[in-house]
Structure formats: C-alpha cells, structure tokens
C-alpha cells in the first residue's frame, strides 16, 4: 500500500492511494490540470483510478471532482450532504457512502465515519488492505472521542494541524473568521491535534503527516515542533512526524519496509 500527498491546504487538497491494482484520489480541490499533471508524474493516467473519494464538499477538496469524473469515468464516493452541492449534484457516476458504514473497493476496505465541521455531511476515512491501513481526517474543529479509536492501530495517520492559535489571534484575520476556525466546526490547532495524537497512547500511528496547515497561522516548523514535543513528553518521541506541503506533491508512505541504512565503516 501506498499514499502520496500531492497537496494539503486552504488552496486545495489532494491525496493519492494505491493498494494491488486499485488507485484512489482521496480529496480533489486542486484545478483538474494540476490533477492530471500530478497524476501523470506519478505514472498514474486519470482513467486509470478506481474512485475518487471526498470527505466534504467545500471546494478546496472538491474543486475540480466533478470534472474527473466526468471526463474520465471515475466513480466519485461522497455522503449524501456532499454530493447535494451544486457542483456535484445529478452526478451519473456519484457512489453514495454513509457514515460507520463499511464498503469494499478493490483491494480497500473503507470506513468514513462523521467529524465535527461546516460543510453539510462531512466525514473522515479509514482506508484497509492487506498490507496497511491509513487514516485521512482533515477539516475537524475538535476531535471526539468517538473519533479517536479511528486514529489508533493505523500505519500512517494523516491528521489536521492547521492553526497556531496565538498566530491566529494575533493575526489579520478578520474577527468574524477567527470565530469560524476556532469553533468547534472549525479547524484543528497544533495543541488539539497533538492531544488527540496523545489520547491514542501506545495504538498511536508510527508516521503522522501533519496536514492542511494555515499559510498565515501557522508554520512547518511551528506544527512539527509542538506536535513532536507534545509526544516525546508522554514517551511517545517514536512517532515520525512528517508536515505535507501546501502547493506540491511532498510526502510518501508505502507499507513496505524502508531499507535500512547500513554503517559506511
């Protein structure tokens, strides 16, 4: 099993999955050109994908999902609150999926299950094979604790960090859009995101991406710190915490064993 992040932020999301002979497209909110640019530099043609799954329908996710689809042939897997928007609606190849309930496609099995957040169904999704099992959850104002089990038992975890909040408040955001993304259908902050990294305990993921970090509230470095800090001051200084870039394809997880550096001497 592989993932890719090919883009993670308010401009757009996009995540690459392959496990056997399926391919999925986790999030599609980046212009269909730089979808298919992506796609090709990973030697992936678009007709070639299984699926493309949304976790809501806010356009940084779901910018140009309906234009794949349509052009490729691509089922597009959405709850039914996403699929309701106006871009997707009447799809002919949407794929209905309900929270807490299980579907196969191909090799995966795949759970979405409901986080707390603005748009009108949201959820996040737990993806299964053989070989590894991955978590995608961004765009959540708080973690529940139902939610929590989701994350715990997971190869890789990819998780929102999005604000630092005395970033935000001390920065130009207007009044009314702090509210928004400190609410609790907002976004997660690096202390929230590193507590529900801390309320897995020992069933937490060995590789975190940190992802959909704010480009004025936040940093690289400023996420992967406090997160990394936060763990290594609970015993949990193992975790390999990774931050997925906004504008450009960055990170790799594969379920095969990285090779291990052998000594020069």
Known sequence: MDVWSLASGSSGN????????TLL???CGLALSKIVGYLAAHQVAPADLSGILLTHEHSDHSRSARQLSDAYGIPLFATQGTLDHRTLR???????VFPDRRFSLGDLEILPFPVPHDGREPVGYRLASQSGTVCVTTDLGFV???VIPHFRDTDLLVLEANHDEAMLQAGPYPAFLKRRVLGNLGHLSNV???DALVACRDRVA???WLAHLSQVNNSPSRAALDVSARLAAVGLGHVDVEVARR???SLHWSSEPRPRQLPLF
């Open 14 to 21: 996009a995540y690459l999955v392959r496990s056997g002979e």
């Open 25 to 27: 497209l986790v999030e």
């Open 90 to 96: 009447d799809s002919r190849l949407a794929r209905l």
């Open 144 to 146: 529940p604790n139902k």
């Open 192 to 194: 929230a995101t590193a």
């Open 206 to 208: 060995p590789r975190v």
């Open 247 to 249: 504008n450009r394809p």
